[in-house]
């Protein structure tokens, strides 16, 4: 798919242009994008007929009006008959009245259940964007989600409200009051129309260009969502490194390639406007002439040429209308085809995908059965490969081949030196990346056969970098296990020292995250290895969940994480030796493998890379890893 190309602007390095904007898909109709909507509107399918039904009469009515005045002018106004006029005003207002009403009415059909389709739309893809594997989401610039997921929903649903509707009522109409033309005087009519002819050319054109104009400016809108979301989210990062000019320089170039696409909009419609505008026109000056010759010459009445003047002066709306419905139904063909194309996603790796099950019941079982169950195994990874889709063509795996074991109600360390793909590997275990080769046991039985939901359960992760969301804290926690009680969220804030919520202003209520308090990195940290021991689960992976603690604080979490340590089969990034000295064994990744296991003495003995990485004279990857200064990076990011 064309857009999935990263557009992110990477903010060390601001100089670089803009981000670019995808390449443009195959142009094909709009109409067949449209109709990739019918799921969505079918349930409404009869208020919108309702709805269009009402238009068209409506606007019918008003087209009677013409002829309500020939018979006024060639009746009672030839005959200087005012007795007689007094009917005829009352039908104008009647069917005035009529045409205001069904108008009214045609927007309360379609108001209620147009705003119950984007709901749904948006539901949808909402649901989608939660199922797509994490690789997707590396994949596409958040702000050409977040764009899709705004305005192009509205921007349908403003469509299936107006323009739909008055396409083909116009349409209707235009005819309608053509056929009473010629049915009026068909030469005066043959000179309206033939004008009208290269109009239809005219528009097939139109719509190409404008539909690569539509797709161009909401591509570009979603990059400057993308460029916004990132300033607003890194706003500490850019005004430290005082970075925000270029920053907002490159929003600016930003805008002003959106600017100059809107502007091209602009101009095809305004020439498209200025042709079907100007030709009527010029028909309408050329009939009016021919007309009064032939009144003079008594061919015609005074009141055919009035009501057929008019006929045609109330459809110049219906026409007008014709190039900004163009234009409109064009850019909601665009946003249908930007809907789809992230509905449409890999559904191979979905995470909705179909799971072998059955095998699963030898893990299902779980805990309570221990005894009777085979033998456990622990956490097993067997050749591993792995390597990121976007990786650069011609680098190696970042994993080749890597055995590990961790056995059953271990806790293993795993150490390496910075990229050496020590979070890759933890993502892993819960599949939130696919391995490429190779085989991922717990207990015995493969990830690929245990279902996703299941496996979340089991394996518990906490992050490096906690993202803490818009909720309470004691939400924020129990995201690790809906279902724990009181006691256990308690239990699980205090292995994390988590105790300063207790003094935050409403307790485990209190409001975090973006729209709440905002924490220190620590206090994030603390919160996020709350939330993964929180379920007591089976399997334990924290990737350096201490990083950002001071001394202190550092050894009285880790004096309780000993005891939840001691109940689960962990898996724990570290980088200082404290951390370290938690785990049973150790195990050293480098180069894609793991290159020794041991316990911390044994390998301070026994391996040099390990004293190496463990004395912190060594730093791999150009950044520091191994000194114990992890709260810089913490309290920066946000
Ligand atoms: N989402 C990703 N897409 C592509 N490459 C990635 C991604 N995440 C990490 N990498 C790359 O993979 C390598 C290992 O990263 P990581 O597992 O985070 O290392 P570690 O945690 O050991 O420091 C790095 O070179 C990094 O650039
Ligand atoms: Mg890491």
Known sequence: MSTQQDSRPAPQAPDESPPQTPPQPRPHSATRSLLRLWPYVRPIRWFLTASTVSALLASLSALVIPLVLKDIVDGPVAHRDTAGLWQQGVLLLVLGLLEAG????????????????????????????????????????????????????????????????????????????????????????????????????????????????????QDQNGDLATVLEESVLGIRILKSFGRHRTMAA????????????????????????????????LALGASLAVGVVQVAHGSTTAGTLVGFLSTALSLRWPVESLGWLLAYSNEAATATDRFYEVMDARPADAEDGPVREGTAVAVAAGSTTASAAPARDGIRLTDVRFRYPDAPAGSPDLLRGLDLHVRSGETMALVGLTGSGKTTLTALLPRLYEID???????????????????????????????????????????????????????????????????????????????GLSLSGG???????????????????????????????????????????????ALVVAHRPSTVLLADRVALLAEGRIAAVGTHHELLESNPEYRELMSGERTGGGAGTASGEGTEDGSLVR
């Open 102 to 217: 069904l108008f009214g009415l045609r927007r309360w059909f379609v108001a209620r259940p147009l705003a119950g389709v984007e709901r749904r739309m948006r539901a949808d893809l909402y649901a989608k964007l939660q199922r797509l594997p994490v690789s997707f989401h590396d994949r596409w610039a958040s702000g050409q989600l977040l764009s899709r997921a705004t305005s192009d929903m509205y921007t349908i649903r403003l469509f299936l409200a107006f323009p739909l509707v008055f396409l083909i009522v116009n349409s209707m109409v235009f005819l309608t009051g053509i056929g009473i033309m010629f049915t009026l005087d068909w030469q005066l009519a043959l000179i309206t129309v033939l004008p009208a002819a290269p109009l239809i050319v005219l528009c097939s054109y139109f719509e190409r260009r404008y539909s690569a104009a539509a797709r161009l400016s």
């Open 250 to 281: 490159r929003y600016r170039a930003q805008a002003e390639l959106l600017r100059e696409t809107e502007l091209k909009k602009a101009r095809l419609l305004a020439n498209l406007w200025a042709v079907i505008v100007g030709l009527p026109e």
């Open 523 to 569: 206090q994030r940290q603390r919160l996020a290895l709350a939330r993964a021991v929180v379920g007591a689960p089976e399997f334990l992976v924290l990737d350096d969940p201490l990083s950002a603690l001071d001394v202190h604080t550092e050894a009285l979490v880790e004096q309780a994480l000993r005891q939840v340590l001691a109940e689960t089969t």
């Open 437 to 515: 080769g190779g085989r991922i046991t717990l207990d015995g039985t493969d990830i690929r056969e245990i279902p996703r939901a299941r496996l979340r359960e089991l394996v518990s992760m906490a992050f490096e970098d906690p993202t803490l969301f818009s909720a309470s804290v004691s939400e924020n926690v129990l995201m690790g296990a809906p279902e724990a009680s009181e006691e256990a969220l308690e239990r699980a804030l205090d292995v994390a020292q988590a105790q300063f919520v207790r003094a935050l202003p409403e307790g485990t209520a209190t409001q975090v995250g973006e729209q």
